[in-house]
């Protein structure tokens, strides 16, 4: 079976949009500011073999405030910059109660299935509790990402770090030492 490090987008790989300490996703693609140490971080998690897959909420469609084209163009272009291999969007709100907004696993466990991943043996990495509890759902090791926004956090287990690039030299040090 494969292995992959699942990535949140907004606040991972790109910068979220912070109002009132909390975060927003960019609105179009000239909004989007690739975070520091990111490419860095991709290169060393390619270079352990992982697929690197972008599971992300965007709950703008639902609200009305953002269309899918707007999200998938988004999308597309930080794929493009970063050489992603696949993303998975929920495009739901909470009222939907749908399987794939995390902090249900769906997301993850359907890029399993479809890419023969062993959820058991890959990573989780986000920067809100909804990310992390999609990941302990699905089975991941998961680090998460602390900005401090004012909403909730996440409930142990999991690796706090400062950016992406702390979580793939964390992730380096896992595959070369066994898990500590």
Request: a negative charge.
């Amino acid at each position: 079976m494969k292995r992959a490090v699942f990535l949140d987008r907004d606040g991972v790989l790109n910068e979220s949009i912070v109002r009132d300490s909390k975060p927003y996703p960019p609105k179009n693609i000239s909004e989007v500011v690739i975070l520091p140490g990111v490419e860095e971080a991709l290169a060393l998690l390619r270079s352990l073999n992982f697929f690197l897959i972008v599971v992300t909420n965007q709950p703008d469609v639902a609200r009305g405030t953002s269309t899918t084209e707007d999200v998938n163009q988004i999308n597309t272009h930080i794929s493009n910059l970063l050489n992603l291999d696949y993303f998975y969007t929920c495009f739901h709100d909470d009222v939907d109660d749908c399987d794939c907004r995390k902090p249900k696993p769906g997301l993850l466990t359907e890029a399993a299935i479809n890419l023969n991943i062993d959820l058991n043996t890959s990573y989780m990495v986000g920067d809100r509790w909804r990310d992390i509890a999609a990941g302990q759902a699905a089975g991941c090791e998961n680090f998460f990402i602390d900005y401090g926004y004012e909403e909730a956090r996440p409930v142990m287990p999991f690796i706090a770090v400062t950016s992406l690039l702390g979580a793939a030299q964390h992730i380096e040090e896992i595959e070369k030492n066994g898990k500590s």
